[in-house]
């Protein structure tokens, strides 16, 4: 059982300080994942851990050793590393490249032997290179020179493996390849696996647990679920993203959410609410935040696309819990937000029992005498799942002076009117067309 | 009839008259000539001369204008007194400034380069060039320096002999049949050669010889031991100069010499390197002391005295003989069993001499009908020349004699007559005779003791590897 | 494989040897000369005797074989050096001189030849050499005061030093030539490099330090090969990298001071037999510093010969004629191979 310990370790290049009062351990048959943005201090780490940087304060132990006390050799023979650039410029063949990670293990004046040459042809053959022995190192591919490189860190026989972006250059079937040995050699022969993920699922589906690191810091440690947040991933990578966990490998997957809303040149005191859901009301969201109104929505069910969409514009939301009809309680709490509104939008929402108050919290706008607005994309006909009803309510709607849209121009050049000239609502509804 | 007389004295008069302004206007006329370069030079003055080049110097204080000279370059140094003008530092490439310093009305440069003629054109200054190819050339030019200067009489006397000079020399070895193969030896190691387009070669063609390497390419000729060995020389002229001086002794030291014609000979000559290099009238000087040495059949200088020691004179005083030519030797008998002949031949071989002395003028032969019983003073002159081209000190001067049975030299108790420049010593033995000295060590080879050496480096050596360690533990901390 | 190719070379370098040995000026037949050769070798060389004078002996073991033994141990000597400079520079332009050797060693030549240090208790015939080793190894121990810092030698900052303290040392000696009386000129040849001046003393005391160098040197050749896959990754594969420069450093120094101080600056060998050999032979420490050394020798032999003989009666300096030789020879290696090189 061998434990690599890291505490308390501070770095500098120079002045600049890389790495501020890192800890953590990893045991045998732990692959970790290290995770953070560019500059983060990844690559510091990895470097401190392998001793090639020496920390100003704090310090690394392999089993209760300090590895800065410890002679470069025995190091090496413990700890090896592949690189994140693994480009040879010298033709060298692969075997030579693979016998180099024995050269710890070689006295100053011995020369090569028996046994060098079977581990380094075992390593070799764990990752796929044997038959590639007898080339030069510099005509391969990339992803060839990568496995080269990981051979030969094996043959290093280490007991800690570090690696910096492992699957960089590779292709999706070689990264799954590559992963899949990591995965193995760290169960099988209990090493420690620390590696340089940029790819968030790839580290989530091999690691048993991830540091994130952020300006030298570490922001989360733990398994994966308690690192991987969109909040983690925001307050990181300043990134909005989706996590969720996929249904058939019961990883989690992030999805970054290209939110790139550009910013508000006027903020507006016109406030809409929209009653929307099953993704119909995204872009309006995304359009209404965009030009600076003030924005509401509700009912929306907690799983709802729509919903998460509000939690990321920061759009105030009625929330109902998933799978359920709206209750009285959260119907009036929607009330309460249309009746300070100055407009209401009805998206094209499939309508079912479980969101049917909706409609009837748009007709008790209208009654408020607020301009409601509703947006045909598809006729009601096709979204109606209870029987009749839901068409009812809309033809009530129309009759009480709803204005009917087909698609988000014209509604956003008609909310544009009205808000200039707030007042008179009913001139507006007088010009709109069917 | 008055009336007549007056006339004549009135044409007397304004004839006068017209001579003397013509003479006046011819007085104060500017000179033209047109120098070794091709360039036509106006002289307005030449008051104050700046001279570029040994072989100018030298030309100018021949012609008694040394107190016209006022600075000149830093290698100008004979005659001796010249050497407090040295202002001019790059003989080569003169630095226009310097010269303008001076503030001469007449430069003589003996070219180096024909940019540094137009350079110093430039700046204002006359220049005139001085570039002899042959050594006939070389009274020419003095004619010319000499009537820029106004000592055309002067220059006339001394290139007509130095022209004469040339001349003797050319026409006695014209008909030589054998032509002994010379070797002139700048520098060693490794061994520096003249090739042809050098005065060293033209004098050795002058002086009926064949130059060892004639064929070179260039003039200046850096070579190998091996090169000199398979053209094995007759005849090997050392030139000495400041830093080289290699005398028979060293030669004969280096691996595979041993076995060279001239070595084996012991034709190895020291020639002060000066009278070899420096197109100006000392070059004729070597010329005559090459051609002496090459074909001394021809030299017509007599090499046997003959006296006659008459017991008479010796009864009232000393009986004394002066040679004088090739050597200068003083005999003051004091006494004779009898009265003989008194042989002296001068010679310019001899037996070797021990390692560190060396050769002083020539070897005497001295012999006499009846040797018994005879005592004499011998003087040996010297002169300052010998003992700075073989650089050997003055108070090192001893007469030497050969002892024929332990085939050795052995030293005589001689005194150097420092004033007179001679050395005495008694002689009551009759055999060979050299006057030699010992080199005075330079300044810098002044001996300083090999162990003082070896342990100062030692030091610095210890303090350095000191140091760096003391830097070693200080930057550790990787 | 490796074995052959050492041992092809070292018959091409004693191929050279006798070629430059047979020779010169002085008509000898080659028969002759080989027997000299041979007759010295101690015990074994007496059953070689032959019909020589002793005068043809003189030559060819005073004059010719000092002559090319020298050039032998320069040129090895400044193949090494080339190699392991290119390995620890990881720079394909780097050569012996890189850290201001050669200009320090000139420096030292030139203070024995114009101010006569060192002159007197040694003669001109030691002294040149002595000042020059002294030179070299004084300007090596200053690059690496400049440039060392606490994390130990960046290659960069010794590569800038070496320029810097060269360029000093070779203005000095441009001063001293040019303030420098008519009669020195002779005497600067020693600095366009060549064996104008070569003695059994000066292989004598050079032949042991370069050849021990030598020895040493090739022991840290797996370790070069390590250290050209960068400093990190060398000290990652366990190569105790500062310790490791230093060594080298200090050794390849010497070794180009020890062979400056015989033969004067001769340039390109040390530059180009590496390259040459790296894409004959590949980049492998353990077979490049032997062919480079046996390649070296036998090219610098040879050049010598050139020298020698290709101007008679004028001796061209070595280094000239390596240059002229070197370059595009190279060149035609360099179109030849289409692989990658540094």
Not at chain 1, 77 to 100: K, S
Not at chain 1, 186 to 209: E, G, M, P, Q, T
Not at chain 2, 63 to 81: F, I, K, N, Q, T
Not at chain 2, 156 to 164: D, I, K, N, P, V
Request: glycine letters at 8%; proline letters at 4%.
């Amino acid at each position: 059982m061998v434990t690599l310990k890291i505490c308390g370790v501070e770095c500098y290049y120079g002045s600049v300080k890389a790495l501020e009062n890192v800890s953590f351990s990893i045991g045998s048959g732990e692959l970790v994942g290290l995770l953070g943005p560019n500059g983060s201090g990844k690559t510091t780490l990895l470097k401190t851990i392998s001793g090639t940087l020496k920390p100003k304060a704090g310090a690394v132990y392999l089993n209760e050793a300090e590895i800065f006390d410890m002679k470069r050799r025995e190091v090496a023979r413990n700890i090896a590393v592949v690189p994140q650039n693994t480009d040879v410029n010298f033709d060298f063949t692969v075997l030579d490249i693979v016998m180099m990670g024995r050269h710890p293990h070689i006295s100053l004046f011995k020369m090569e032997s028996e046994k060098d040459l079977t581990t380094a042809k075992n390593a070799m053959e764990l990752t796929n290179t044997w038959h590639l022995a007898e080339r030069h190192i510099n005509e391969l591919s990339g992803g060839e020179r990568q496995r080269v490189i990981i051979a030969r860190a094996l043959a290093q026989e280490p007991k800690v493996l570090l690696l910096d972006e492992p699957t960089t250059h590779l292709d999706i079937n070689n990264q799954l390849e590559i992963m899949d040995l990591l995965k193995e050699l760290c169960v099988k022969k209990k090493l420690i696996i620390l590696a340089v993920f940029h790819d968030f699922n790839l580290a989530s589906r091999y690691c048993d647990y991830a540091v994130l690191l952020s300006k030298g810091k570490i922001v989360s440690i733990g398994g994966l679920d308690k690192v991987l947040t969109s909040e983690n991933i925001r307050k990181v990578f300043q990134v909005d993203a989706l996590v969720k966990k996929h249904p058939i490998t019961g990883s989690l997957y992030v999805i970054p959410v290209s939110l790139k809303l550009t910013k508000a040149s006027v903020n507006r005191k016109f406030h809409v609410h929209v009653i929307c859901g099953a993704g119909t009301g995204t872009q309006i969201l995304k359009t209404l935040v965009e030009k600076g109104f003030i924005v509401t929505a509700g009912v929306l069910h907690v799983l709802d696309t729509d919903y998460e969409t509000a939690m990321l514009l920061d759009v105030p939301v009625v929330g109902e819990a998933p799978f359920s009809s709206i209750t009285e309680q959260n119907y009036k709490a929607n009330l309460k937000m249309i009746s300070v509104a100055n407009a209401v939008i009805v998206t094209s929402v499939p309508f079912g029992y479980a969101n049917l108050l909706n409609l009837k919290a748009a007709k008790a706008a209208l009654e408020m005498g607020i301009p409601t607005f509703i947006v045909e994309e598809t006729p009601i006909t096709q979204r109606d799942f209870t029987g009749g009803e839901a068409q009812k309510l809309i033809q009530e709607l129309k009759s009480r002076g709803a204005a009917f849209v087909r698609g988000q121009d014209e509604l956003l050049s008609l909310i544009d009117k009205l808000e200039d000239t707030k007042p008179c609502a009913q001139g507006v509804l007088a010009h709109a067309t069917k | 009839m008055i009336k007549a007389v007056i006339k004549a004295i009135i044409i007397g008069l304004i004839l006068m008259l017209t001579i003397e302004i013509v003479a006046a206007t011819n007085a104060s006329a500017p000179i033209i000539i047109v120098d070794n370069l091709g360039r036509t030079v106006t002289i307005k003055s030449s008051e104050r001369i700046v001279s570029i080049g040994p072989s100018c110097t030298e030309i100018l204080y021949a012609l008694g204008l040394g107190d016209r000279v006022v600075g000149v370059d830093r290698y100008s140094d004979y005659p001796p007194e010249v050497v407090s003008k040295q202002y001019i530092n790059n003989w080569w490439n003169p630095d226009p400034e310097e010269v303008i310093a001076l503030n001469p009305d007449l430069v003589l440069y003996s070219v180096g380069s024909v940019a540094a003629v137009e350079a110093l054109e430039k700046a204002g200054l006359t220049v005139v060039a001085l570039k002899p190819a042959t050594i006939d050339d070389i009274p020419e030019n003095i004619k010319m320096v000499g009537f820029i200067t106004g000592k055309s009489q002067k220059a006339e006397s001394l290139a007509s002999t130095l022209g004469r000079r040339i001349d003797e020399i050319k026409n006695k070895t014209t008909n030589v049949t054998i032509k002994p193969k010379v070797y002139i030896e700048y520098w060693y190691p490794p061994p520096w050669a003249f090739g042809p387009n050098t005065w060293g070669h033209q004098l050795i063609e002058l002086a009926g010889g064949i130059n060892a390497f004639g064929d070179a390419a260039t003039g200046w000729v850096q070579t190998t031991d091996e090169e000199v060995i398979a053209r094995n020389p007759d005849i090997i002229i050392s030139l000495c100069g400041a830093m080289h001086h290699a005398s028979l002794e060293d030669i004969k030291g280096r691996p595979g010499w041993g076995t060279i014609s001239a070595v084996a000979k012991r034709a190895v000559y020291l020639i002060d390197e000066n009278l070899f290099v420096r197109p100006g009238p000392r070059i004729i000087d070597g010329l005559e002391t090459l051609a002496k040495i090459l074909h001394p059949e021809l030299s017509g200088e007599a090499t046997t005295f003959t006296f006659l020691i008459d017991t008479t004179t010796l009864r009232s005083g000393i009986q004394t003989f002066n040679i004088s030519g090739l050597m200068k030797v003083d005999i003051l008998t004091i006494k004779s069993a009898g009265n003989c002949t008194l042989a002296v031949t001068i010679q310019e071989l001899g037996p070797e001499l021990p390692a560190n002395r060396k050769l002083v003028g020539k070897y005497l032969d001295i012999d006499c009908s009846v040797p018994t019983g005879l005592a004499f003073m011998l003087r040996i002159y010297y002169n300052e020349d010998q003992l700075k081209t073989l650089s050997v000190s003055e108070g090192s001067l001893k007469i030497y004699v050969w002892d024929k049975d332990g085939q050795r030299w052995i030293m005589l108790n001689s005194a150097v007559n420092e004033s007179e420049n001679y050395v005495e010593a008694t002689v009551t033995h009759l055999s060979y005779f050299a006057l030699t000295g010992e080199p005075a060590p330079a300044f810098w080879e002044q001996r300083i003791p090999l162990w003082l050496f070896v342990t100062s480096l030692i030091l610095i050596i210890t303090i350095v590897g000191i140091g760096v360690y003391i830097a070693h533990k200080k930057g550790k901390s990787v | 494989m490796w074995t052959a190719i050492i041992l092809v070379l070292f018959v091409c370098l004693l191929f050279s040897m006798a070629l430059a040995s047979t020779v010169g000026p002085m008509p000898m037949s080659v028969g002759d000369v080989l027997g000299i050769i041979v007759h010295q070798i101690p015990i074994l060389g007496n059953v070689v005797n032959g019909q020589w004078t002793s005068l043809e002996e003189s030559v060819v073991v005073q004059l010719r074989l000092p002559r090319v033994l020298s050039a032998v141990l320069v040129g090895a000597a400044l193949s090494i050096a080339g190699v392991v400079f290119q390995g620890i520079f990881r720079n394909p332009m780097a050569d012996p001189y890189v850290l201001g050797v050669a200009s320090g060693a000139g420096f030292g030549a030139s203070l024995a030849i114009v101010y006569g240090v060192g002159l007197s208790s040694l003669g001109l015939f030691y002294a040149i050499p002595l000042m020059a080793c002294i030179g070299a190894l004084s300007t090596m121990f200053l690059v690496y005061f400049i440039a060392r810092t606490s994390f130990g030698i960046p290659v960069l900052r010794l590569l800038l030093a070496g320029i810097a303290v060269s360029s000093f040392f070779s203005s000095m000696i441009s001063l001293m030539i040019a303030t420098a009386g008519e009669d020195i000129h002779a005497a600067f040849n020693w600095l366009f490099g060549g064996f104008p001046i070569s003695r059994w003393e000066y292989i004598n005391m050079a032949a042991p330090v370069i050849l021990l160098c030598s020895v040493v040197i090739y022991a840290f050749a797996r370790d070069l090969n390590v250290m050209l896959l960068g400093e990190d990754q060398a000290r990652q594969l366990g190569v105790e990298v500062e310790t490791v420069k230093k060594r080298l450093i200090i050794l390849g120094s010497l070794i180009t001071a020890v062979a400056v101080s015989i033969s004067g600056i001769i340039g390109f060998i040390g530059l180009i037999v590496p390259h040459m050999m790296r894409i004959l032979v590949g980049p492998d420490h353990r077979i490049l510093i032997p062919s480079s050394a046996l390649a070296g020798a036998s090219i610098l032999v040879l050049c010598d010969a050139v020298a020698r003989t290709i101007l008679r009666p004028i001796l061209l300096p070595t280094g000239i004629v390596t240059a002229m030789l070197g370059a595009p020879f190279f060149v035609y290696l360099l179109m030849k191979s289409g692989k990658t090189t540094m």
